[in-house]
């Protein structure tokens, strides 16, 4: 019989089976797709490699950095240089740095506002945010509500909102302020999170991301079972568990451990069933809504212009984008995010609707070039039905301190402390470091 089965093939899955491994276990990984890498994934566009997925890799990512060195996957920095444009309120700025200029007392006040972020995510541990201080009253508040208070004028809550929703894919009024102050603390902060330089978006993969995902699989000593989608998950003996998948057929182990977004929970039947507090869990979280959209050209014409190819927009579609050019500008190409409300409103519109309006917004932003490209490529994650949506599982206002604590713990049997499904991978006896657990995250790396 198998020491474990891995649910999930995504960062958060290969990097359970790895460890499990180190550890002298005998390990399967069960993967609903036909490939690796649950949200990442790359695919040609052109004559460039892209992401269609999640992409970029920080200064704040040190465990995915070495991961990417060890598998020998080469990285490169996304294009930051000349003047980003920022279309909030009605208004065209242009401007190098991170935070717009809208004049001397609107960019004071940006910088206050960010401030006052910072000063509000102190106390909050990013792993059990429901401990912090006021932590209730900070649950059942909105960051929407929070930023109608605080937040003014237009075009810096403007500017905020389109930062929010693309972080999260959902709008600031659907967004529990604890959870928001907890997953800045995760990230290092809004300013990073959203950044280029020094930020979040710093670095790019060659290949993709998608590359590094299936690099990482093929690493591995252990055989991944694809298309393979779990329906049933069944605890009948203390320490043996028995997977059902789609068609029928079992498969059976020691242990499980779930590395699946806690929104897709779900769709997966547990015997016994999962204690109240983590069906409330998963019954009060909402994956974020992102659509991503690729447009290639022959030539990149926004730098020869000075511009760096980012823009941020309080006006949808497009939220933010970003230059998408592959490794050395081969295959010149712009990347942008429809998110939140917006996303479910232009995905109701007809594929050449969808196009024209992207095209449009892009044209405004750089000019009438933009109209002219070679090839549109867009993915909803919203309807991808092993992601549910992305880039974030966001717990509902008030979910976190009623149910927060079950993120992490064992389903068992009955009563019993320590269960045979998990969703955090212990290192196996045997494995030199016998005492270290490790903790699996929803959202991978």
């Known amino acids: 019989m198998l020491d474990a089965l891995v649910i999930g093939g995504g960062l958060s899955g290969l990097r359970a089976a790895e460890l499990l491994l180190a550890g002298g276990a005998e390990v399967e990984l069960v993967e609903a797709r036909e490939r690796v890498g649950g949200r990442l994934e790359s695919v040609q566009v052109g004559a460039g490699t892209f992401d269609v997925g999640g992409q970029w890799m920080g200064p ?22 000349g003047r980003g444009v920022f279309h909030v309120g009605g208004r065209v700025h242009r401007s190098a740095a991170e935070i717009p200029w809208f004049g001397v007392t609107e960019t004071a006040r940006m910088g206050v506002v960010l401030g006052m972020v910072d000063l509000a995510r102190r106390g909050v541990d990013a792993r059990s945010p429901w401990t912090a201080r006021r932590a209730l009253h900070r649950d059942s508040v909105t960051v929407g509500e929070w930023a109608d208070e605080t937040i003014r004028p237009a075009r810096v809550r403007g500017t905020f909102d389109a930062a929010v929703r693309v972080v999260f894919g959902a709008e600031p009024s659907e967004l529990s302020l604890l959870y928001f102050l907890s997953y800045l603390n995760a990230g290092g902060g809004l300013l ?50 028995r997977v059902r998948l789609a068609g029928g057929k079992k498969l059976k182990a020691r242990y499980a451990v779930v590395a699946l977004p806690t929104n897709m929970l779900s769709h997966i039947e547990f015997r016994p069933v999962l204690s109240p507090m983590k069906a409330r869990l998963i019954e009060g979280v909402e994956m974020g809504h992102t659509v991503k959209v690729l447009v290639t050209y022959r030539h990149a014409f926004w730098r020869d212009a000075g511009l760096s190819g980012e823009l941020v927009s309080d006006r949808p579609p497009l939220s933010v984008v970003f230059d998408n ?59 991808e039905r092993f992601s549910g949506g992305c880039p974030a599982a966001n717990p509902k206002p008030g979910v976190l301190t009623a149910a927060g604590p079950a993120l992490r713990e064992a389903q068992a049997p009955r009563r019993r402390r320590a269960g045979p499904v998990t969703w955090k991978a212990r290192c196996w006896p045997g494995s030199a470091r016998p005492a270290k657990c490790w903790r699996v995250s929803a959202r991978g790396a």
């Open 60 to 81: 704040g990512q040190p465990r995915l950095a070495a991961l990417a060195h060890r598998l020998g996957v080469a990285t490169f920095r996304t294009y930051h240089r």
């Open 325 to 383: 050019c592959d490794r050395g500008g081969v295959q010149p190409a712009l990347v942008g995010f429809i998110v939140g409300q917006a996303a479910g409103e232009f995905m109701a519109q007809s594929p050449q609707k969808r196009r024209e309006v992207v095209l449009q917004q892009l044209s405004r932003a750089f000019g009438p070039a933009a109209l002219s490209c070679s090839e549109y490529v867009e993915r909803d994650w919203k309807a």
């Open 192 to 241: 990073n999170l959203t950044g280029v330089e020094r930020g979040a978006q710093q670095l790019r993969f060659v290949g993709g991301a998608g590359g590094l995902a299936k690099a990482y699989a093929e690493s591995l000593r252990c055989r991944i079972r694809y298309g393979k989608e779990v329906v049933r998950i069944d605890q009948h003996k203390p320490d043996r568990v």
